[in-house]
């Protein structure tokens, strides 16, 4: 019953708030829609705690600089994590896939947000285009999230991390926060059941700049990936496998893609 009171709650708010945002998309400046937007994500974390029964907490907070620009590299097990970790700022900004921009609308108020949407075919293009976009970012010295995974990830499991936060790191030249989390064990990706129990979101010691490529994408993998599976409560499963925990979500096909789109990239930055 939790379930379908709070899959109830969340259409009917999310369809509520899709249309004030696109209203606001077309007022000047962002402010209004942004603080609109806090309201959204806090209201949903609201109905996750009171109607779904989900006790998140979310720790760390000390990790975050107080000043210019930070990237949050967040752990992706659930569509509630958007809403917990937008409801911590006032103003973030995001990284996503295009494939969101073929619904109306979107497109105009992903601009509004600053988001920076990117090609999920990858290339030396989209390269640029990831570049110019976050530049924007940067200057204001905002918050950005990132899921490094790609996907909504299986809780317990993990997919490869791409190395587009790389870029954004050596773009930025600004700290990278990990975020660890076990709210998939709660609200795993889009499932529509729901497991009532306590989670945890944790902001983990940042990654300051200037290492290099291999060496950084190691440390954010093992750091996020191993915070994450000591979050795991075992005495508590809700969506959770045991026998899932470790594993890499990646089939040979979707590696070879995945890893000529990096070739591609690597090529394009040496050229």
Known sequence: MRSLLFNVFFLTVTAIYAVVCVILSLLPGRKIMMASLRRYTRLMVWGMRVIAGIKVQVTGHEHIPADGPVIIAAKHQSYGDGFVVF??????SFVTGDAITKFLFIGRILTKMNAVVINNCGGVDQRRKM???????????????IYPEGHLSKIGTQHKYRKGVYHLYKDFGCPVVPLASNLG???????????????????????????????????LESDIETRSIALLDLDNLGALNPDDIGKTEENDVARAKREAREAEAEKGETS
Do not use: C, Y
């Open 87 to 92: 409801s911590q700022f006032f103003d973030l």
């Open 185 to 219: 064990q709660r609200w795993n990706q889009n499932d529509w059941v729901k497991h009532p129990g306590p989670a945890s979101l944790e902001f983990l010691p940042p990654i300051m700049p200037g290492l290099g490529k291999e060496e950084f994408m190691a440390r």
């Open 131 to 145: 570049a110019e976009t976050s530049a924007i970012v940067r200057e204001q010295g905002r918050r950005l999230l």
